[in-house]
């Protein structure tokens, strides 16, 4: 049981407090309710560029990074389609420091075109590097839109393309910074060796004076349920061809999200679940097979990846997929091994719940989910699955119809 103090400042911002006395570290996390599906579809790749831009300086701190180490500190961020996360853990006698970068660079970025310039081209290389010229690099770039057709959740963070970062100017990037950025916007978590007080009194101090901003609503277009199988074929400068298969499913606050989890685990966590024990150990067709979930928000995907066996096919090993699926959803999953992959996740939790930082994001994160209460709830959850609960869900995800297939295969030499 993870207990906690939560509380609101009169701007709007949520601010959760977990005492944690085993660890002279304090771990510092604010999460923005800002994420790539939130952008404009002719301007994307924002909500990732913001994140490089959350660095580069304030109106009274030139660089973020420098007091903070100064301060035996360090931070980082991420972005996905759903949030934006940056967190710092610093030392507990030094706490204030990460309250006074983390307050002043909300309440005013240094809008500076140098900033801009600089953290526009960093951008750029990323995704050169990460999404273009690396192999599989761009292989969300295209099954995304292939999935998805009218929900945001068609483009990646890093964005659809360059030129929508190339073309990003400064009026762009302080919309989309008063638009997003602001306490109503943002819940806040520290967690370490703190007495709620002294949260409450800094929080108070650095958080309190910044006005609140218009609460932007969101309004998102639900995607239309896949009616349709769909299949994209490509070719690349790769070492071997590899097979994805997307499937839509439950949104994050679903029960059934916690199904499909669950039937992810079954098919492939560890050496011993069924894709790898079938198709990698007994019957070699691939090299590597994976099933796993995209952990989004609202509907999101669960994906089937493998790079076939030399002599293997991609429609040879589409079909031994179909046949997993084939498996899954006409014959109940044994209690045994449905015991053996709860047990796996209820340990993964409990080792999870020993690093502070992870307990600091995990409580903001089911805050913006609906409440911090729900990180005590989650493994009564997927305990609380049945076998009967593991096949309706597959049989309603694993449809012909509700499938996307990129065949990426490698260029023949």
Same mark, same amino acid.
């Given at each position: 049981?993870?207990?906690?103090?939560?509380?609101?400042?009169?701007?709007?911002?949520?601010?959760?407090?977990?005492?944690?006395?085993?660890?002279?570290?304090?771990?510092?996390?604010?999460?923005?309710?800002? %994420?790539?599906?939130?952008?404009?579809?002719?301007?994307? %790749?924002?909500?990732?560029?913001?994140?490089?831009? #959350?660095?580069?300086?304030?109106?009274?701190?030139?660089?973020?990074?420098?007091?903070?180490? #100064?301060?035996? %500190?360090?931070?980082?961020?991420?972005?996905?389609?759903?949030?934006?996360?940056?967190?710092?853990?610093?030392?507990?006698?030094?706490?204030?420091?990460?309250?006074?970068?983390?307050?002043?660079?909300?309440?005013?970025?240094?809008?500076?075109?140098?900033?801009?310039?600089?953290?526009?081209?960093?951008?750029?290389?990323?995704?050169?590097?990460?999404?273009?010229?690396?192999?599989?690099?761009?292989?969300?770039?295209?099954?995304?839109?292939?999935?998805?057709?009218?929900?945001?959740?068609?483009?990646?963070?890093?964005? *659809?393309?360059?030129?929508?970062?190339?073309?990003?100017? /400064?009026?762009?990037?302080?919309?989309?910074?008063?638009?997003?950025?602001?306490?109503?916007?943002?819940?806040?978590?520290?967690?370490?060796?703190?007495?709620?007080?002294?949260?409450?009194?800094?929080?108070?101090?650095?958080?309190?004076?910044?006005?609140?901003?218009?609460?932007?609503?969101?309004?998102?277009?639900?995607?239309?349920?896949?009616?349709?199988?769909?299949?994209?074929?490509?070719?690349?400068?790769?070492?071997?061809?590899?097979?994805?298969?997307?499937?839509? /499913?439950?949104?994050?606050?679903?029960?059934?999200?916690?199904?499909?989890?669950?039937?992810?685990?079954?098919?492939?966590?560890?050496?011993?679940?069924?894709?790898?024990?079938?198709?990698?150990?007994?019957?070699?067709?691939?090299?590597?097979?994976?099933?796993?979930?995209?952990?989004? /928000?609202?509907?999101?995907?669960?994906?089937?990846?493998?790079?076939?066996?030399?002599?293997?096919?991609?429609?040879?090993?589409?079909? !031994?997929?179909?046949?997993?699926?084939?498996?899954?959803?006409?014959?109940?999953?044994?209690?045994?091994?449905?015991?053996?992959?709860?047990?796996?996740?209820?340990?993964?939790?409990?080792?999870?719940?020993?690093?502070?930082?992870?307990?600091? #994001?995990?409580?903001?994160?089911?805050?913006? !989910?609906?409440?911090?209460? #729900?990180?005590?709830?989650?493994?009564?959850?997927?305990?609380?699955?049945?076998? *009967?609960?593991?096949?309706?869900?597959?049989?309603? /995800?694993?449809?012909?119809?509700?499938?996307?297939?990129?065949?990426?295969?490698?260029?023949?030499?």
């Amino acid at each position: 049981m993870i207990e906690y103090n939560k509380f609101q400042l009169a701007n709007g911002l949520t601010v959760i407090h977990h005492k944690d006395d085993s660890t002279p570290i304090v771990a510092f996390n604010i999460l923005y309710d800002v %994420g790539a599906k939130d952008e404009d579809p002719d301007k994307t %790749g924002f909500a990732h560029l913001f994140e490089h831009l #959350m660095f580069g300086g304030s109106s009274n701190i030139e660089n973020f990074d420098t007091p903070l180490q #100064m301060a035996g %500190g360090q931070s980082n961020a991420f972005t996905s389609n759903d949030i934006t996360n940056y967190y710092s853990t610093l030392p507990k006698d030094n706490l204030e420091t990460a309250f006074w970068l983390d307050s002043d660079r909300l309440n005013q970025l240094a809008f500076t075109p140098k900033s801009l310039e600089v953290q526009r081209s960093v951008v750029i290389e990323e995704f050169k590097q990460r999404y273009l010229n690396q192999p599989y690099g761009d292989v969300w770039l295209l099954l995304r839109p292939l999935a998805y057709k009218v929900h945001p959740y068609q483009w990646a963070t890093i964005g *659809k393309e360059i030129k929508h970062i190339e073309d990003a100017t /400064m009026d762009d990037v302080k919309a989309f910074f008063y638009k997003h950025y602001g306490p109503q916007n943002a819940i806040l978590c520290v967690a370490g060796d703190i007495e709620v007080e002294e949260v409450k009194l800094l929080s108070e101090k650095w958080f309190g004076s910044i006005d609140t901003r218009e609460k932007y609503v969101r309004k998102l277009e639900e995607e239309p349920i896949q009616n349709e199988y769909r299949e994209l074929t490509v070719e690349r400068d790769v070492p071997n061809d590899a097979l994805y298969m997307a499937f839509h /499913m439950p949104e994050r606050r679903s029960k059934d999200y916690y199904v499909a989890d669950l039937i992810s685990d079954v098919l492939s966590r560890g050496q011993s679940a069924r894709l790898y024990k079938e198709y990698v150990m007994e019957n070699p067709k691939f090299n590597d097979i994976h099933a796993y979930v995209s952990g989004s /928000m609202e509907k999101g995907l669960f994906v089937f990846s493998g790079n076939p066996a030399e002599n293997v096919s991609l429609q040879e090993a589409q079909d !031994l997929i179909w046949k997993s699926i084939e498996r899954i959803t006409s014959e109940l999953v044994s209690e045994r091994e449905l015991e053996k992959v709860k047990n796996k996740v209820e340990s993964s939790n409990v080792f999870g719940e020993m690093s502070v930082l992870n307990k600091a #994001m995990s409580l903001s994160f089911y805050e913006l !989910l609906g409440d911090a209460s #729900m990180i005590n709830e989650e493994v009564d959850k997927y305990l609380s699955i049945t076998q *009967k609960d593991v096949q309706r869900v597959a049989k309603f /995800m694993f449809r012909k119809e509700n499938c996307s297939v990129l065949n990426y295969k490698a260029k023949q030499k």
